[in-house]
């Protein structure tokens, strides 16, 4: 009897750490949160999975059980005992397995029709390309660039088009959908809808090289007016600094080797090899969602890139410190 209590224990035990695995990560995203009809999609079946498993489960543990503890009858019909072996095999082995491989089968078919691209209004394609190891951001329609930030407006499905021009990443917005991978020398294309307001966390879910886990990116979804405000603002080209110390900033960042990785419209800067930083203030996070978006965040990555993120395209920088200082007053007016 004794025996008996500690095994439920046990059982009770290896229960509670898979709900503690389930809820443990209680702030980070998580597929069986869904906030968007696709993920709802991709929550159902994981949870008829998960139900279906656990009854099989139960199942086999219930025959096990039997098979250990039941006293075996004395059979005295050979014939009669190995046909109800086979009856036993057949069914439990072969036809109940077919069952439940048929309903995962179609039951999985039935959501890959359902995630299908939905008609998508004119205007919400983005196009997002997997940097090393941040995200390329562009709107082709608005015609501007951004990065690590995508803003979509609330209750409508977005296109994302997908492409990479070095090594193979996973576009991955938990709370939304399911992963889509970015390939060099191909366009794969996936969407996404949020069904209320807020912050989305997406992450890289492909390995990509060191900086892999620091491939972060979020999903903003707007109401339609400030998602149409934002679209607005981004299109703007960057204002000119009327601040002095700003202004210093901005012929530092001109004449320092700032403007062959970065763009920032409406200036001389256009190179392309790092984030556009026309908006940049507007931004929440730096380094590709790994830091807030703060002046002292900002510092620490202009003097050492190469201390948050080794490996990474941008080099250290020789600023003095009140050089640091003017450039961080002009990268403030980049709202
Ligand atoms: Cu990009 Cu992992």
Redesign the pocket.
Known sequence: MKRHKSRSGRFFAIGALGLLLLNGCANAPSILDPQGPAAARIANLWWLLFWMAMAVLVFVFAFLALALFRRRPVEVDAQRAQQRGIRVIIWAGVVMPAIVLAVVYVATLWTMRALATPVIPEGLTVHVI?QL?WWEVQYPEQQFVTANEIHIPVGQPVRIVLSSPNVI??FWVPELHGKMDLMPGEINETWIQADRPGVYWGE?A???GTQ?AK?NFLVIAQPAEEYQAWLQQQQQPATTPTDPLAQEGQQIFLSANCLYCHAIRGTDAVGNLGPDLTHLASRRTLGSAIQENTAGNLAGWIVGPQHIKPGNLMPQSDLTSTELQALLAYLATLK
């Open positions: 997997g190891w990443h996973s890289c492909e390995f990509c892999h491939m």
